[in-house]
């Protein structure tokens, strides 16, 4: 499974705390977080406890400033870890709530939704293999929405108000 070590300053400088589980709120262990080392897999943090808010989708790797992540602000209240995944993808997506109208089936990434859909709303989808990223707007910009397998009939039922998805890529594990 996946570690994390959160540091209050940037550049891993200032208090830091170590996690390697799920965490549903950080208040206790930092007031904010303006640097952070992912190793062993994928992690989403979040902005709001209880895995809710803004989120942040983030490979192994180092990140000395909160802009490195795309962050909005330094504000990370709850995360969840994510093991390596190397089998196959495959989603399908549809322009209407609760599996309707419209349909289309993936197995790569997709930098530009309408281009490849012809529709630039996504109300819902069902994620049958694979780890997902919607992501706001084309070329993997903007808001991003993590996506494990399983039916989302409403685009709230992925953490998003507005079903407008630019562009999405799937969770890969660099070998």
Not at 106 to 116: A, E, K, S, T
Not at 139 to 154: I, T, V
Request: charged share 20%; glycine share 10%; net charge positive.
């Amino acid at each position: 499974m996946g570690h994390i070590v959160f540091y209050e300053g940037r550049n891993f400088q200032g208090r830091h705390w170590e996690c390697s589980s799920d965490c549903m709120d950080t208040f206790r262990h930092f007031n904010y977080c303006n640097s952070l080392r992912v190793s062993g897999g994928h992690c989403v943090l979040y902005e709001k406890p209880h895995y809710m808010g803004y989120q942040y989708i983030l490979s192994p790797g180092e990140y000395p400033d909160y802009h490195w992540w795309m962050g909005f602000n330094n504000c990370i209240r709850s995360c969840q870890m994510f093991p390596p995944y190397r089998g196959s993808y495959r989603m399908r997506i549809y322009n209407r709530p609760d599996m309707m109208g419209h349909s289309m089936e993936f197995m790569d990434d997709c930098p530009n939704v309408y281009d490849r859909f012809r529709y630039r709303d996504i109300f819902s989808c069902n994620i049958m293999e694979g780890y997902w990223i919607f992501y706001e707007h084309p070329n993997y910009r903007g808001r991003q929405y993590f996506l494990r397998p399983g039916e989302y009939r409403a685009c709230g039922d992925w953490g998003c108000h507005n079903p407008m998805v630019g562009s999405f890529r799937r969770m890969r594990t660099l070998m």
